[in-house]
DNA sequence: CTCTGTGCAAAAGATTTGCAAGGTG
DNA sequence: CACCTTGCAAATCTTTTGCACAGAG
């Protein structure tokens, strides 16, 4: 790992994704850090985003249509509505037991795991009774 | 769901799949495809890739850098090596009770869920060492 | 002063989509 | 015959990258 700079633009970055208690896209944070820097661009936002994660001060999640960032960076699960696309903080305890089975079972040398669950949020999932009814 | 066609190139496509043990991405899927018709395009593949998906003839893996899709219609977990970027199945049982614990906490409609251990898998694993002495 | 980080724009990937023609049921 | 599917190409969308200049340490 190099050496790790503290920009305005980063601490932007990390500012952006502290200040939703989402999970926004890059792109999201993109938007959310333009309106307080209107110079600031795509570019650097990707690049810092990936910085940031590789330091573990953020997390990157993995979800259908386009990768979350996270603030938390104790590992979690996630939900993910295949309604309207957002994405929740699961309420389950993360299972380091799995990694330690995996990697004995497999030879893996295992970094950790992401879960993400699928389904309809409640305002979705009563949104979908309407319809069939 | 609607009326789901067998055409020639869907066929194809379904057999791309099986006819491979590791987990492909869309564009290995094409290739294959296109070595036996020369002329099936990639919007085809595509296609036909979420529309198996969708009706769990296949399953559709999110994995970073690649979407990868799987035989295997079963809920299983999977393993993503950093190293080499391979996608293998993980032996560990799939836990129905995570969903039925998530629902009841949330009020999700909780479709089931997905688990990737990343890390390094033997191989890349031995050649990081190498790397490090 | 040195070297990393930034802005901009172009490039690179991956996937989707419009449309006319083709093939299935 | 109706209409789902295909091929092709263009369009989207997301993320990465080259390069000259700016700014942190």
């Known amino acids: 790992m190099g050496q790790t700079r503290n920009t305005r633009q980063r601490q932007l970055v990390l500012e952006a994704v502290r200040a939703r208690m989402d999970h926004p896209s890059a792109d ?66 993360y299972r380091p037991d799995f990694d330690h089975q995996v990697a004995e079972e497999t030879g893996f040398e295992i970094r950790g795991h992401q879960t993400i669950f699928e389904g309809l949020c409640p305002a979705c999932r009563k949104r979908a009774e309407q319809f069939e009814s």
Chains 1, 2 share one sequence.
């Open 28 to 93: 999201e944070i993109y938007l959310d850090a333009r309106q307080r820097d209107g110079r600031i661009s795509r570019g650097t936002v990707y690049r810092n985003l990936n910085i940031l994660a590789e330091c573990g001060e953020i997390t990157h999640v993995k979800a259908p249509a386009a990768d979350r960032y996270d603030l938390r960076s104790e590992p979690h699960y996630h939900m993910y509505c295949l309604g309207c696309g957002r994405v929740f903080d699961a309420p389950m305890p």
